[in-house]
Nanobody
Framework: QVHLVESGGGLVQAGGSLRLSCAAS????????MGWHRQAPGKQRELVAS???????NYADSVKGRFTISRDNAKNTVSLQMNSLKPEDTAVYYC??????????????WGQGTQVTASS
């Protein structure tokens, strides 16, 4: 089995900062991509940021210049530093990983989600 566990969500005033972390564990051979999606009430889940195994990154236009994604390949962790938070960033944030398991399966695995609220 593979598990992803997030931490670091919470409530912050607009303009503030939060840092999300996610740790993957279990029968992992390698992780190709790690990243974060978010889903606000009444909206579809959207990609926030992703990072490949060579540290190549991709960001949603709405967070460029404010959010920074990073990963530690040795620890199978990914983090999202969120600065200058806006009320529209309020959502449940989900960690994900495209993971090659020890039994040869490649698939997308998700964390349980963590709430981020930026109050105006």
């Amino acid at each position: 089995q593979v598990h992803l566990v997030e931490s670091g969500g919470g409530l912050v005033q607009a303009g503030g900062s939060l840092r999300l972390s996610c740790a993957a564990s279990g029968s992992i051979r390698s992780i190709y991509v790690m990243g974060w999606h978010r889903q606000a009430p009444g909206k579809q889940r959207e990609l926030v940021a992703s990072i490949g195994s060579s540290d190549n990154t991709n960001y949603a236009d709405s967070v460029k210049g404010r959010f920074t994604i990073s990963r530690d390949n040795a620890k199978n962790t990914v983090s999202l530093q969120m600065n200058s938070l806006k009320p529209e960033d309020t959502a449940v944030y989900y960690c994900y990983g495209r993971i090659h398991t020890e039994w040869g399966h490649v698939g997308d695995y998700w964390g349980q989600g963590t709430q981020v609220t930026a109050s105006s």
